[in-house]
């Protein structure tokens, strides 16, 4: 047999394997690994669509919580997984765009996953814990000037979400407080409350059950306009910081090579729960943004991570910001 005729028949044999595969998707539990602590809002959102999933590929959906370094260790796990559609890696904004501008990644954010499509939008919340005298975002910035040497800013580590956003905000307003790294903002907003730092621009889906619950304090909505789960909440142009517009989106991704059909069927899997009406009313409570259809593509979400690295790694890399 020539090599010709051999490269052609170990082809043909990978194209019926990877189509056998695809018919057969799922045979097994799927993983989806969120790179952050369990109970915060990555971990949330990734639980509600996820259930919603086991039912409609009828397997079990197991999400893992592999913490560290802002998501970039949850994140070289799943690309390091095999290309089967079992394991799907959750991210957002943070792990999957800005991570890519201050860590040096075994891998790359773009070329070495796959999407599978946006799941939505998270706005974020300056907030604050209630022991802080300032009643607006504008007395609230004056207190930060004020004092910038003690005051705490918690995150979920370095270029996370919260922590790439508190960074544009100081920016903004010209103070240089410092940040308080976590492995999730679960854990970030639990020291809020009990009042051990001072701020967190946290993700809405994440701090609103606290501001209504009255244990921390809401100033704005990182957006141009209010939210429906927060009427009470201005937005920050309304606030007086116009300009600071931060959504933390979120998306799934899998490792590089999937099979498209199995691509697909996620990808349908993720859709039918976006329908849901029980999926509809939480991302309601949780203040979530859900995506239009034309954004729940795989396509549409390769486009919009390419179009939010053109945008933020030059904020990032001009802020110096270093692990």
Same mark, same amino acid.
């Given at each position: 047999?020539?090599?010709?005729?051999?490269?052609?028949?170990?082809?043909?044999?990978?194209?019926?394997?990877?189509?056998?595969?695809?018919?057969?998707?799922?045979?097994?539990?799927?993983?989806?690994?969120?790179?952050?602590?369990?109970?915060?809002?990555?971990?949330?959102?990734?639980?509600?669509?996820?259930?919603?999933?086991?039912?409609?590929?009828?397997?079990?959906?197991?999400?893992?919580? =592999?913490?560290? $370094?802002?998501?970039?260790?949850?994140?070289?796990? !799943?690309?390091?997984?095999? +290309?089967?559609?079992? @394991?799907? #890696?959750?991210?957002?904004?943070?792990?999957?765009?800005?991570?890519?501008?201050?860590?040096?990644?075994?891998?790359?954010?773009?070329?070495?996953?796959?999407?599978?499509?946006?799941?939505?939008?998270?706005?974020?919340?300056?907030?604050?814990?209630?022991?802080?005298?300032?009643?607006?975002?504008?007395?609230?910035?004056?207190?930060?000037?004020?004092?910038?040497?003690?005051?705490?800013?918690?995150?979920?580590?370095?270029?996370?979400?919260?922590?790439?956003?508190?960074?544009?905000?100081?920016?903004?307003?010209?103070?240089?407080?410092?940040?308080?790294?976590?492995?999730?903002?679960?854990?970030?907003?639990?020291?809020?409350?009990?009042?051990?730092?001072?701020?967190? =621009?946290?993700? $809405?889906?994440?701090?609103?059950?606290?501001?209504? !619950?009255?244990?921390?304090? +809401?100033?704005?909505? @990182?957006? #141009?306009?209010?939210?429906?789960?927060?009427?009470?909440?201005?937005?920050?142009?309304?606030?007086?910081?116009?300009?600071?517009?931060?959504?933390?989106?979120?998306?799934?991704?899998?490792?590089?090579?999937?099979?498209?059909?199995?691509?697909?069927?996620?990808?349908?899997?993720?859709?039918?729960?976006?329908?849901?009406?029980?999926?509809?009313?939480?991302?309601?409570?949780?203040?979530?943004?859900?995506?239009?259809?034309?954004?729940?593509?795989?396509?549409?979400?390769?486009?919009?991570?390419?179009?939010?690295?053109?945008?933020?790694?030059?904020?990032?890399?001009?802020?110096?910001?270093?692990?």
């Amino acid at each position: 047999m020539s090599m010709r005729t051999f490269a052609a028949v170990a082809a043909g044999l990978f194209a019926l394997a990877a189509s056998a595969q695809a018919q057969t998707f799922p045979s097994k539990p799927i993983t989806i690994i969120v790179p952050f602590a369990a109970g915060g809002p990555s971990d949330v959102l990734a639980r509600v669509i996820g259930e919603k999933m086991r039912v409609t590929l009828k397997e079990t959906v197991v999400i893992e919580n =592999v913490t560290g $370094a802002a998501g970039t260790i949850g994140v070289t796990r !799943a690309v390091r997984s095999p +290309a089967d559609g079992y @394991t799907i #890696s959750f991210g957002h904004l943070g792990t999957h765009v800005v991570n890519g501008a201050i860590y040096s990644l075994p891998f790359d954010l773009i070329d070495d996953l796959d999407p599978v499509t946006l799941l939505g939008a998270n706005p974020m919340l300056v907030v604050s814990k209630t022991a802080i005298p300032a009643k607006s975002l504008k007395e609230l910035i004056d207190w930060v000037k004020a004092n910038q040497s003690k005051a705490t800013f918690g995150t979920a580590g370095v270029g996370s979400g919260a922590h790439f956003s508190g960074v544009y905000f100081q920016n903004l307003i010209g103070t240089t407080a410092s940040y308080v790294p976590y492995r999730g903002t679960g854990p970030a907003l639990q020291d809020l409350v009990a009042g051990q730092i001072d701020i967190i =621009v946290d993700q $809405a889906s994440n701090s609103l059950p606290q501001v209504q !619950a009255g244990t921390i304090r +809401a100033y704005a909505v @990182t957006d #141009s306009k209010r939210i429906a789960a927060a009427p009470d909440v201005p937005s920050v142009d309304e606030a007086g910081l116009p300009g600071f517009h931060v959504s933390l989106w979120s998306g799934f991704w899998v490792p590089k090579g999937t099979p498209k059909d199995v691509v697909g069927k996620l990808n349908e899997a993720v859709r039918a729960a976006l329908d849901d009406p029980a999926v509809q009313k939480r991302y309601a409570e949780l203040g979530l943004e859900q995506p239009p259809a034309a954004q729940r593509t795989p396509e549409a979400l390769r486009a919009h991570q390419k179009a939010e690295v053109a945008k933020w790694w030059p904020v990032i890399k001009a802020a110096n910001v270093k692990p």
